[in-house]
């Protein structure tokens, strides 16, 4: 995209804001709350189909509610399939966009991915408003939107390993990740207030937020040291290597170095390969746990607003506003559960084992909130949080902190880039997981809700099994004996 221009490096806004003087801590901030916030707005626009899902396909079955073609008694299904379409979009998209992410400049690649993603968002909320009735139109919408999505979660991952070491990398991960769960808050919050106005406005102010999202990405986002002048001086070629080096508070090493020396940085680096990437130690294991973890979380993301305006709680049914406002607290949860999960692995050293737990104890919970959810509101509150926190917990871990360990990862010797091709693989091996989960729970809804908790319960069981081969040598090398099988080094 801009290789062969050096000078295309440095973020216009940064030059503008003559920010190239800051100090390397500043430039860390910065990159954080941009990739916070760019991710943020990719979460948000991806809400509203939850949010609408009940005024499109109402329970009531009038003739006069709802919106053709979803208001027929094939609504929930024709639903899970809008939402399997964008997933598996959005998971074929993620292994392309990963090689890209490794080959192109970084900022160029993610701002253009909010842009086009705002567009197709909104476009979908235009067919409220240009009376839009057809099947086709809201599935190719949500099929374009989820290519264009699929930039955001390699782009950003390889940017914080570019600038993060490992040292703290699951708790700043943890915390960085939070962005998820403010997103998708944010998304329910935005979508269910304009709901009044009309379903199409929950998708055109999603889509205006994100694509003002890409705007700032492209002024202000630094995605390497060196494209405001930052190097290690151990090795001035860089790559991820060399920024874990330099993230691992070895500040000494930093030096600021001439204009024109290193601003290569976004322009000119040598990805890896699909295959080669699959033969790192850990990443088939952690993308296949991911497929069940995500299964799990996005059954939520997409069914529970839809859920809970069909279930009494408390003896009554709530509106579709409430329940979308109420959903918000699921993430609520889950930005606990990331944290969490972060600080943990850090202090253990030991992501299989942390992921585990937290999906095994997710079980419980999931049964505890289908059976004693409708007690009362307290009730379906608390135990809607607990089970966000331990759901989440591990999503977060696996799509952070293990990715970006994965993929500055010892046998890569530093001498290629494969942060957003290693972040891909485990993310789009987890998205179809996240397109199965919606798709089964669009048929299985129709049916009754148990056997959708009996699917999430399954998928969260099978999603810790994955991991007992890597938890095993993680206890080994806990205990002194390190075992070669241990991919997360």
């Known amino acids: 995209m801009s290789r062969h221009c050096h000078l295309c490096a440095t973020p216009p806004g940064i030059l503008l804001l003559r920010a190239k003087q800051w100090n390397y801590q500043t430039h860390r901030y910065m990159v954080l709350f941009i990739t916070f916030l760019a991710y943020a707005c990719y979460h948000a626009s991806r809400k509203p189909t939850g949010i609408v899902k009940s005024v499109l396909c109402p329970d009531h079955k009038d003739a006069m509610d709802g919106w053709i073609p979803f208001n027929g008694h094939d609504g929930p299904s024709k639903l899970g399939e809008i939402d399997v379409a964008f997933l598996a979009c959005y998971s074929i998209g993620m292994y392309v966009a990963g090689h890209l992410g490794d080959t192109l400049d970084l900022r160029l690649f993610l701002s253009s991915g909010m842009v086009g993603s705002g567009i197709f968002v909104a476009l979908f909320g235009m067919g409220y408003f240009w009376n839009v009735h057809r099947f086709w139109f809201y599935l190719s919408m949500q099929m374009i939107a989820g290519m264009f999505q699929a930039t955001g979660w390699p782009s950003v991952v390889a940017v914080i390993g570019n600038w993060f070491g490992k040292r703290k990398r699951g708790l700043i991960m943890g915390v960085w990740n939070a962005h998820t769960s ?110 069940f973890a995500k299964l799990v979380a996005y059954t939520f993301l997409y069914w529970l607003p839809f859920y809970l305006t069909h279930t009494e709680i408390g003896g009554r049914y709530i509106s579709v506003k409430s329940a979308g406002n109420l959903s918000a607290l699921f993430d609520v949860g889950g930005i606990v559960g990331g944290i969490l999960a972060g600080y943990i692995s850090d202090k253990l050293n030991a992501r299989a084992l942390t992921a585990a737990s937290f999906m095994y104890a997710a079980i419980p919970s999931m049964l505890l909130y289908q059976h004693y959810g409708s007690v009362s509101m307290n009730a379906n509150i608390g135990l809607m949080m607990v089970t966000g926190l331990l759901v989440n917990g591990p999503y977060a871990l696996i799509t952070t902190a293990v990715s970006a360990d994965l993929g500055t990862h010892s046998s890569l010797r530093g001498d290629s880039r494969a942060l957003a091709t290693v972040t891909a693989i485990i993310d789009g091996t987890g998205s179809v997981g996240a397109a199965v989960g919606p798709l089964l729970t669009g048929f299985l809804s129709t049916r009754g809700w148990t056997e959708v908790f009996i699917m999430l319960v399954v998928g969260a069981f099978i999603a810790g099994l994955l991991l007992s081969r890597l938890i095993i040598a993680e206890i080994a090398e806990i205990n002194g004996r390190p075992l070669p099988t241990q991919g997360n080094e």
């Open 182 to 291: 403010v997103g998708n808050i944010c998304g329910s919050l935005i979508a269910a207030s304009v709901l009044d106005y009309g379903w199409g406005w929950s998708f055109v102010a999603p889509g205006a937020l994100i694509v003002s999202g890409g705007i700032i990405v492209f002024l202000f986002l630094a995605p390497y040291p060196e494209d405001v002048g930052f190097s290690s001086s151990s090795s001035s070629s860089s790559s991820a290597a060399a920024a874990v080096q330099v993230g691992d508070d070895k500040e000494a090493l930093v030096h600021k170095t001439g204009d024109g020396a290193l601003r290569q940085a976004s322009v000119d680096r040598k990805g890896i390969g699909l295959v080669e990437a699959c033969m790192i130690p850990g990443v088939i294991p952690f993308a296949l746990c991911l497929f």
